[in-house]
């Protein structure tokens, strides 16, 4: 079955209508050759009309916005075929109703493009499917002609245009070519609405993975129920809604950066940047050139100007692990960035200024930092301003299994495995041992567990040599039992106070004992609960 379009589109290009006053000539504006070839009676209007077609066709792919397409190609007519007022109108897929969405030769006001009398008849197009010819209207006269936009055989539009009226002039060919025009807008319309489907597809799909990223990062990692995990989350809640300053205080391998994304996340910046920097990792002759940034020719190297971490930040927030390690030379300068908000880069002499909540974190006792003057005690005092203290894993042996489990699901995907569950033995392995690493080792322990394993359970061998025996876990006896009782009671003395921020009551109460036996304890261990406030 032959298409009508098709045929259509032939004949005009064999037959081409009159639609170039006889002034007009193909290729206006350029210079007339004065000897011109000779040539058959239609070759000039075939060049015309395939040009013609050939200029719509590129201008309504050339655009990026329909509408801008649909100008430039009403533009094209008006140059190319003497259009004198000209519209396309399309139906909106929400309210059915009809819009025009480009024209030339029209008034625009501040509702949109105004038609006139011939928008009824635009109207009636659309809703007929079928077009429309008017020879002689107005005056002085016009002929008015409007061919239906069809898209899987339903009209969703109209294009319409006027021209002078001139007797001669071949109507019928007019609308046949108009007819293909509307074919060539039709696609036009379908390709921008797949880019369209496909644009809502990504907003949709980036929506998505923008939630299941936030959820990822905040509390959902905190993995725990025991008392000291609650507690956390609860300070973690607490002081994420505000600007304050916070230090994290915990053993390697405890989740200190997890908390400070966790406190991010669920503040008013967590649409902001949150930058990273550990400041263990960087050389010193480099830390102060990565936090505050440099000019151009500060030093050897340093060809153009960069931006430091505090100013990549800005706006949200900047997590410095391993504050500890800092030189007191940058102490003094993140001091006064904590204080004024200010800083200059290296190499420079203007003041910079950021708006970047600062979270620090260490696991050096600082305190022992300030007796030996190795920190500073005003950026000390400065950064403490709400502390945080992560429990060992030891001491909330509750969160081994909860977190194994975590983990085991979690490597489980990642390596394609179907692992179930942990069998009775390896669970009393892990409960049982000291975990020095802390969250870290128990995360890496699993891992290789879910590697070795064979099938859906994880079992005794599969995890590590050091958890099945007292000598390679360092739990054999190498004291008195006086002495290992001791020292075992401290750590959990101080742990406890730790996690009451000093409070031997709250301590009393996590251990199950008295404020009287605590008190006792910790005259009998030399311990100072002040300083284990954070």
């Not at 503040?267 to 940047?273: D, G, L, M, T």
């Not at 489990?405 to 692992?419: L, M, N, P, Q």
């Not at 995360?443 to 958890?467: K, S």
Request: proline fraction near 5%; include cysteine; charged fraction near 25%.
């Amino acid at each position: 079955m032959s298409n009508p379009l098709a045929e259509d589109a032939r004949r005009i290009l064999v037959h081409p209508p009159d639609l170039l006053p006889s002034q007009v000539e193909a290729g206006a504006g350029e210079e007339e050759d004065p000897n011109p070839a000779p040539r058959g009676p239609s070759e000039t209007g075939e060049a015309r009309k395939l040009g013609t077609l050939v200029d719509v066709s590129q201008a309504l792919a050339g655009h990026l916005s329909l509408q801008g397409g649909l100008s430039a190609m009403l533009l094209i007519l008006a140059r190319r075929c003497s259009v004198l007022r000209g519209a396309v109108a399309l139906l909106d897929d929400q309210s059915g109703g009809l819009q025009i969405r480009a024209s030339v030769g029209l008034p625009h006001d501040r509702n949109g493009v105004q038609y006139g009398s011939g928008e009824e008849k635009l109207r009636e197009v659309a809703r007929t499917g079928e077009s429309m010819v008017v020879v002689r209207t107005g005056s002085p006269e016009h002929t008015f002609v409007a061919a239906p936009i069809l898209l899987h055989r339903r009209c969703i539009g109209t294009l319409a245009v006027e021209v002078q009226y001139r007797a001669e002039r071949h109507v019928d060919r007019l609308l046949k070519f108009l007819r293909v025009v509307a074919s060539l807008i039709s696609q036009a319309v379908r390709i921008h609405r797949l880019l369209e489907i496909e644009r809502q597809k990504l907003v949709t799909e980036n929506a998505q993975l923008r939630q299941e990223l936030q959820q990822s990062n905040p509390l959902f990692n905190l993995v725990g129920a025991s008392g000291p995990m609650r507690q956390l989350a609860e300070s973690v809640l607490r002081v994420a809604a505000t600007n304050t300053t916070v230090l994290i205080r915990g053993e390697s391998g405890t989740g200190k950066e997890l908390v400070a994304q966790a406190i991010h996340y669920h503040s008013p910046r967590a649409k902001k940047p949150f930058i990273k920097v550990n400041c263990a990792a960087l050389p010193e002759t480099l830390v102060e050139s990565e936090l505050f940034g440099y000019e151009r020719g500060a030093f050897t190297g340093a060809f153009q100007k960069k931006k430091g971490r505090f100013e990549l930040a800005n706006g949200g927030t900047l997590f410095l692990d391993e504050i500890g390690e800092l030189s007191p030379a940058t102490q003094v300068k993140l001091l006064r960035v904590l204080q004024e908000r200010e800083f200059e880069r290296v190499g420079g002499t203007e003041s910079v200024q950021v708006d970047v909540r600062v979270i620090a974190a260490t696991n050096r006792d600082l305190e022992q930092a300030l007796a030996n003057s190795s920190f500073r005690e005003d950026l000390y005092y400065r950064l403490n301003v709400f502390p945080i203290f992560i429990p060992p894993l030891r001491a909330r042996k509750a969160d081994v299994l909860p977190l194994a489990d975590h983990f085991t699901e979690k490597y489980a995907r990642a390596h394609g495995k179907s692992i179930q569950r942990i069998s009775t033995p390896a669970i009393d392995l892990l409960s049982s041992y000291y975990w020095p690493g802390n969250v870290r080792e128990l995360e890496n322990t699993i891992e290789r567990a879910v590697l070795m394993a064979d099938g859906q359970v994880i079992h005794g061998h599969h995890l590590p040599p050091t958890l099945q025996t007292a000598d390679a876990t360092g739990t054999v006896v190498s004291t008195s039992l006086d002495g290992a009782v001791g020292a075992f009671e401290r750590s959990l003395i101080e742990d406890a106070l730790k996690t009451a921020q000093g409070n031997r009551s709250r301590a009393a109460r996590l251990l199950g004992t008295t404020q009287r036996v605590i008190s006792y304890k910790i005259r009998k261990y030399g311990i100072d609960p002040a300083r284990l406030k954070s």
